[in-house]
């Protein structure tokens, strides 16, 4: 009898298959996950990531408009590495390269034309964002490659080569607020906005679902407490346990990796804050929306995963096609990374970082009028 039992029941097999199955439908967010990451990671490696960026927006200054720089310029274009913005005054070319709304910032100088004909050197001055290292490198290889042989048509009987010494066409590139080019100045500030959108969204994504699992949530409802009462006194403790852990990662920058604070600390950590607001409020409201702690800690990692691809945390934000930019520039980590980089390495004001607060300003409210509205519906 007990030989019996202990057979193996095909049967039974049969049963137990088919129960996982019906449990897996009954749970509908669960089996998105297992279908849209894998997805979601075949869609954004296969066609958005790019290691070797192109279309970089490029400025340029024309002191000298001849034809030798717009040979220059066309060829720059030509080349599919650089996106030319437009041609604009000194003042504005630095602000666009503060700001990061520009990669590049190309300058032909005064009498570049007549120089180029006499035979004398001139010099192209090349102004590069260096905080992503990897941004640059690329772009800047072909630069090089753009001077010998171009002007020749329009120089007869002089050999321009760049390259070479005694060239007539000097290229001076200057790698802006990295100069280095060390892959830690761009990595640690990075790693601030990682770290935090990980914890901060998982922890308060976590909160509610666990107090509804333990069973006091119907005792928070059963208070007079406003939900956004609720909300934001879930939120605090959070913003705490966040503005300690940004405390230790710039002390291990500052001491350990060396990494320049050419900025305000005090605008920085009013920068930090508004980014944790806008994934603590993110958290509560996966918290709101999920039944139990598993499901939660799902959709954190479905969050997680393009913040971390499409950011431009481990690839060149302007090497990505513009649909991942649109998609990244929905993201709170994108703009966090260009203001914390901003401060940090470049000592931007409040003016130049502007417009990437509004973004996160306008996020976390977004993000909290959602919360708000399922949070309501759980307690109806």
Known sequence: MKRHAMAFSLLRWLGIVVKEFIQLKRDRLTFGMIVGIPLIQLLLFGFAINADPRNLPTAVVMADPGPFARSY?????????????????????????????????????PGLHRDLVRGKPAVVLVEADATDPMATSG????????????????????????????????????????????????????LLGVILTMTMVLMTGLAMTRERERGTFENLLATPATPLEVITGKIIPYVLI?????????????????????GSLLLLYAVVLLFICANLTLGITFSSIARNQLQAMQMTFFFFL?????????????????????????????HFLVLVRGILLKGNGLALLWPQVWPLLLFTAAVLALGLKTYRRTMD
């Open 306 to 334: 393009p913040s971390m691809l499409l950011s431009g945390f481990m690839f060149p934000f302007r090497g990505m096609p513009e649909w991942a930019q649109a998609v990244g520039s929905l993201l709170p980590l994108t």
């Open 73 to 109: 310029v066309a060829a720059m274009a030509a080349s599919g590495y650089f996106r030319i913005v437009g041609s604009v005054e000194d003042r504005q070319a630095a602000r666009l390269l503060d700001q990061g709304q520009v990669q590049f910032v190309v300058t032909f100088p």
């Open 139 to 190: 772009a800047i290889a072909v630069l090089n490659q753009l001077g010998p042989g171009l002007f020749a048509p329009d120089l007869p009987g002089r050999q321009v080569q760049p390259a070479q010494p005694g060239r007539t066409l000097e290229l001076r590139v200057h790698r802006r607020y990295n100069p280095e080019a060390i892959t830690a100045y761009n990595v640690v500030p990075g």
């Open 242 to 262: 966040g503005l300690v852990q940004v405390s230790l990662i710039l002390l291990a920058a500052r001491w350990i990796f060396n990494v320049p604070m050419h």
